[in-house]
C-alpha cells in the first residue's frame, strides 16, 4: 500500500524547500521502503537547491545522508527485512558490475548523477497530483524514501540513527580519502582545503592514518577550534597572506605537502592543492565498496573507534530545513541533522 509523509520538496532551483503531504508509492521488485528517521545536510544538496547539476530533475526531494529503519520490502528482496536499521547509499553497490567485481574500485555502473527516477524510469513519490523525482535514489529529506535494493546497506541495531547518518555521506567520503584513496602514510605531511564536514574527516582520516603534520586551510577561521580538536596541527587562513597559498605552504613545508585534499569543489582551491602537491588523486565517496563498507564504519562507531558526532553541530526538526541551509551557507554549521 501507498503511505503519506512530510518529506522538503524542491520545487524549483533557486527555491526554499517546502515542507508538503506527498505519497510514498510501495516498493517494487528488488526496491525497498525506509522510514528515515534522521538526514545530515551536505553541500551537495546546497547545490542541488542552487541547480548546479544540469540532470537534476524539479520538483525533487533532496537529500542523501540519511539513516532509517527499513518499512517494507518489494519482492525478491533478501538482504534487508523491514525492522532492519539501514543507511541508503547515494552510491549503490550492486556486486555484479564491472566495478563491483574489481577489489580495487567503489564506483558501481548504476551509479550517475540523474537518478532522478528509479531503475523503471518511474518515481514512487506524487504530490498535488504531481510525480516528484528522486534524487540519487536516496531522497533521505523524505520521510518514506524508496530505493533498490543494491542502494540500502543494513547496519548494526544498536546504532544511534540520529549519528550515524553522516556515515552516509560526509564521514566516510572525507576518511576514506585519507585512508583507502590517498593511503596517507604515517609520518607524512598532509593539507586540507575546506573545512566543512567532507574536509574534516579528512583531518580525522589524516591524523588516524599517523600523518605527523596536518595543515587545515579555510577562509573561516571560526572553523580553526574544530579542525585542531580533530588533528589538524597547522590552521591557515589564506586571506591573513598576500601571496598564492601554495607558496606559503610550500614555504611552510620546504618541498611542498606529501598528500592534498581539497573538499571544496572550486576550480581556484583545486588548483592550489594541486600546486602544493606533486602528486594527485580522485575519490568518489571515499573509495569504500559501500553495502559492504558502511554496515563496518557502523560497528566500528559502535566500538568508538571512529568519532563523526563531533561533525554534528545542529539538530533541527524536519519543518527547519530551510535554517539548516542557512547555517551552512553562513559557515555557521559543519553538519546539521534534520529529524522526523
Known sequence: LSTTGNPAVAWAAGKPLSVEEVEVAPPK????????????ICRTDDHVLGGYFPNIEFPVIPGHEGAGIVESVGEGVTSVKPGDKVIPLCLPQCGECCFCLNPDSNYCINFSESQNLMPDKTSRFTCKGKQIHHFLWTSTFAEYTVMPEYAVAKIDAAAPLDKVCLLGCGFPTGYGAAINTA???????????????????????????????????????DKF?????????????????????????????????????????????????????????????????????????????????????????????????????????????IRSVLLF
Open 29 to 40: 521488485a528488488q526496491e525497498v521502503r525506509v522510514k528515515i528517521v534522521a538526514s545530515g
Open 183 to 221: 593511503k596517507v602514510k604515517p609520518g607524512s605531511t598532509c593539507a586540507v582545503f575546506g573545512l566543512g564536514g567532507v574536509g574534516l574527516s579528512v583531518v580525522m582520516g589524516c591524523k588516524a592514518a599517523g600523518a605527523s603534520r596536518i595543515i587545515a586551510i579555510d577562509i573561516n577561521k
Open 225 to 333: 577550534a574544530k579542525a585542531k580538536e580533530l588533528g589538524a596541527t597547522d590552521c591557515v587562513n589564506p586571506k591573513d597572506f598576500t601571496k598564492p597559498i601554495h607558496e606559503v605552504l610550500m614555504e611552510m613545508t620546504g618541498l611542498g605537502v606529501d598528500y592534498s585534499f581539497e573538499a571544496i569543489g572550486h576550480k581556484d582551491t583545486l588548483t592550489a592543492a594541486l600546486a602544493s602537491c606533486k602528486v594527485s588523486t580522485g575519490s568518489v565517496l571515499g573509495g569504500w565498496k559501500t553495502r559492504d563498507s558502511i554496515p563496518k564504519l557502523v560497528s566500528s562507531y559502535l566500538e568508538k573507534k571512529l568519532n563523526p558526532d563531533l561533525l554534528i553541530t545542529h539538530t533541527l526538526p524536519i519543518a527547519e530545513v530551510n535554517k539548516g541551509f542557512e547555517l551552512l551557507r553562513a559557515g555557521k554549521s
